[in-house]
């Protein structure tokens, strides 16, 4: 069974890495996006769209190409989430609009127009996504080969998002540490100003960090939505957004170590699942989970090292004049 716990929580911890892998990129660069719930929901919501208008223009799933039937999702949750990060720098940074307030706008926003968007659709998006593209989003490899033995169930139990995952949180963190791209976002996240004054573009490099990192967020709800639900639209997204923000806080804005801090905070929301109990019993293990992140953000925030500190212009505005 512990196997089974482990393999269940590493699954589970993409939704927690897309999420905040996708804040990270976000943050590094200044902009404190509450909005990542309602992105990740918007996401969800974009891969749902996508799997309904192919699935539609072929006629069903029985007519459908499994790699369309993967590619279009994402695109659509890309591009969904992508748009919902550029309406974020709109306000954030062309209007200079307070950011908690326009990302928490951007979360009623979003967590408000998944149900509604979602209940237009009929059910042929899970039984197209349950036959085809499905399996590549839960089990990538052949069922025979995974049950080989504990290797083969750990490693290669999960899905093609899995492994992108976790190949993005390692990118990022090379491109934050050892590119000019990164040191330049991570000097606007610093010091605005002085980033500006050596030539470098606040406003684009706010931009297109916002979207970019949105859009990794958003691909945290469409796992969710295919993965864990099953294609399920009752299942909402946003309580996993919190967590993923606060897990910025946790791996210290990297990446790397976010990978690790996902799987903690599945394991801790996993466990109690498997555990057999019942009553209110059931219902006070069910809290250990939020109880702990909070726990755990309070000792990181009070032992955390000065590497580990939020990029100094976070939340703040940027605005040429006036420096």
Known sequence: ???????????????FLFGSAGETITEKSGHLNMGTPG????????????AYVYLSAIGGAGNANWLLSLLMPVLFCLLFAGAAGALFSFFAVTLRCNQNVTGLALTTLGVG??????????????????????????????????ETNWFTQLF????????????????????????????????????????????????????????IGSAISGLGGMFYLFDRTTGAFEYVVDAYGWLAVSLVIFTMW?????????????????????????????????????LAT??????????????????????????????
């Open 156 to 211: 290669f139990s999960y899905g093609i998002l899995v492994y992108l995952g976790i190949a993005l949180a390692i990118t990022i963190a090379v491109v934050m540490k050892r590119t000019r791209v990164g040191l330049s976002l991570r000097a606007v996240g610093e010091n605005p100003a002085a980033a500006d004054a050596v030539g470098i573009s606040v406003d684009r490099y706010r931009y297109l960090a916002t979207i």
């Open 254 to 290: 990297n990446t790397n170590i976010g990978i690790g801090g996902s799987f903690l905070f599945a394991f801790l929301y996993i466990f109690p699942k498997y555990l057999n109990v019942s009553g209110p019993d059931k219902k006070l293990i069910e809290l250990l989970p939020y």
């Open 294 to 323: 909070i726990v755990i953000l309070i000792l990181t925030s009070i032992f955390s090292k000065r590497m580990g500190k939020a990029p100094s212009g976070l939340g703040q505005s940027y605005f040429r004049e006036d420096r």
């Open 39 to 50: 992105i990740m929901c918007i996401g969800a919501m974009g891969s749902a769209v996508g």
């Open 113 to 146: 127009l998944y149900p509604f968007v979602t209940s237009m659709m009929d059910g042929q998006i899970t039984i197209g996504f349950s036959t085809i593209a499905h399996r590549y989003i839960t089990t990538l490899f052949p069922t025979s080969f995974i």
């Open 1 to 15: 069974m512990f196997l089974t716990i482990i393999i269940d929580s590493i699954r589970f911890s993409t939704v």
